[in-house]
């Protein structure tokens, strides 16, 4: 009897407990609600403050993307020395396939490159003059996508070069590391530009709030003589918070998938002249979720820091 005495009384006081918490979400947004001019601007300055950090990750993102599809294309190509034979290099193949940092290897006979180099040059009838093949051996390596990166493809050919049979390696990875370069500078940028933006944001939720308290400091002092305790009277504005930032970050998702959306055509566009498909990507649901969990955490910070600071400094006289 106890214990479901004990039950009864537990499921009361949690029901008691989620029925004010629901009353005052509720009478939180109503009072946005009625006050739409304060609430538009700073839900507005919210959504600003946390789509242009969050479009400047979807650009880095993108920029990502697009150095990973290149990176796809790196391939390092050794050229043997004339005198190797077909048997050694073959033999030189085999070696290769088996490095735990190697994807894939093609053998390129000097007899296939001259077909290769007639074809695309078009200077056939003058390489039939030649008395000898004057191409060598070459043999071109895919990395493992893991090293495809600037270092990991340059750790590669080091390795590669100093095979005995290879007289020269060739790696063109100057144009990626200097975008890997734009890359970083793009990120260490948008770091510190997000954080401006969002203590922004905290500062612009902390004022609009203490502004709310000052407006309601005689209500405030009646409450407390009636015995209201400071948390009782933190709530409703911790409340606001939790709405500014939950409508501030669906605001700041909307503009973002507004920019994907106005940007996409412009840069397919773009793509197809480089002969890729590439379109820009948005964000997911994580990232959007994610972007929503920070907008609440932080507008919620920001009523906390207000309202503790100022309500505890109001007193009836």
């Given amino acids: ?25 509720k009478r939180a947004l109503a009072g946005i609600w009625f006050a739409p001019l304060t609430s538009l601007m700073t839900i507005a ?4 403050s946390l789509a242009l950090p969050a479009t400047f990750y979807l650009i880095l993102k993108n920029a990502e993307l697009v150095s990973s599809q290149w990176q796809a294309g790196t391939q390092i ?28 290897v093609r053998y390129i006979s000097p007899d296939q490159g001259l077909k290769e180099f007639n074809t695309l040059s078009g200077f056939a009838g003058a390489m039939s003059h030649l008395s000898s093949n004057p191409l060598p051996p070459v043999v071109v390596v895919t990395p493992q996508l893991a090293n495809r990166t600037p270092d990991g493809a340059k750790s590669l050919l080091q390795q590669l070069t100093q095979e005995g049979s290879v007289e020269q390696g060739k790696l063109d990875m100057q144009w990626l590391e ?6 970083n500078l793009l990120r260490h940028s948008i770091q510190g530009i997000a954080a401006l933006l969002l203590l922004g944001l905290v500062l612009t939720v902390a004022n609009t709030l203490r502004l709310n308290i000052v407006s309601r400091r005689e209500e405030i002092e009646v409450m407390k003589l009636v015995g209201a305790t400071n948390r009782f ?12 930032g939950l409508i501030g970050g669906l605001l700041a998702a909307w503009f973002c998938e507004v920019v994907i959306l106005w940007s996409d055509k412009v840069v397919s566009v773009l793509a197809e002249l480089y002969g890729s498909s590439f379109r820009l990507t948005g964000l997911g649901a994580g990232e959007s979720a994610g972007l929503l969990l920070l907008s ?8 906390w820091f207000s309202v503790y600071r100022h309500i505890r400094e109001i007193e009836p006289a």
Wanted: hydrophobic share 45%.
């Fill in 178 to 183: 200097r975008l890997d370069g734009i890359i």
């Fill in 77 to 104: 190509t050794l050229y043997l020395r004339k005198d190797t034979s077909e048997s050694s290099s073959l033999a030189l193949v085999e070696r290769i396939r088996q490095m735990s940092d190697v994807a894939d």
């Fill in 296 to 303: 609440m955490v932080l507008s919620i910070f920001a009523a």
């Fill in 1 to 25: 009897m106890k214990r479901k005495r004990h039950q009864r009384s537990f499921s009361r006081a949690l029901a008691l407990f989620l029925y004010h918490h629901l009353h005052e979400a």
């Fill in 45 to 48: 300055v919210i959504g600003i």
């Fill in 233 to 244: 009277i933190y709530r409703p504005y911790l409340y606001i918070g939790l709405w500014y």
